[in-house]
């Protein structure tokens, strides 16, 4: 099993910038892709962005130019560093990455953690 423990949500002023962090442990084979997800009240799960193991970066048109993710291969981390936050990037956080021997791939999320910008 991996364990992913995630930090750094908050509640910020629009405008204002956070950063999350996201550590896995455990059976860690390879990982693959290393991203986040969010979700809000009534609202589905969307992708946020995601990372490579090369550093190849994929991002939400929403949050394209104020957001960046990186990722650590020899740490096993990913963090997004969060700017010009908008009240709509109120939602809980997802950490996920995909792992496992021989490309055989499973999906793992962290617990979530929530980040709330005031107006």
């Known amino acids: 099993q991996v364990q992913l423990v995630e930090s750094g949500g908050g509640l910020v002023q629009a405008g204002g910038s956070l950063r999350l962090s996201c550590a896995a442990s455990?059976?860690?084979?390879?990982?693959?892709?290393m991203g986040w997800y969010r979700q809000a009240p009534g609202k589905q799960r969307e992708l946020v962005a995601n990372?490579?193991?090369?550093?190849?970066?994929n991002y939400a048109d929403s949050v394209a130019g104020r957001f960046t993710i990186s990722r650590d291969n020899g740490k096993n981390t990913v963090s997004l560093q969060m700017s010009s936050l908008k009240p709509e990037d109120t939602a809980v956080y997802y950490c996920?990455?995909?792992?496992?021997?021989?490309?055989?791939?499973?999906?793992?999320w962290g617990q979530g953690t929530q980040v709330t910008v005031s107006s």
């Open positions: 996920y990455l995909q792992n496992g021997p021989n490309s055989r791939f499973q999906d793992y």
């Open positions: 455990g059976s860690i084979f390879r990982i693959k892709t």
């Open positions: 990372v490579l193991p090369d550093g190849l970066t």
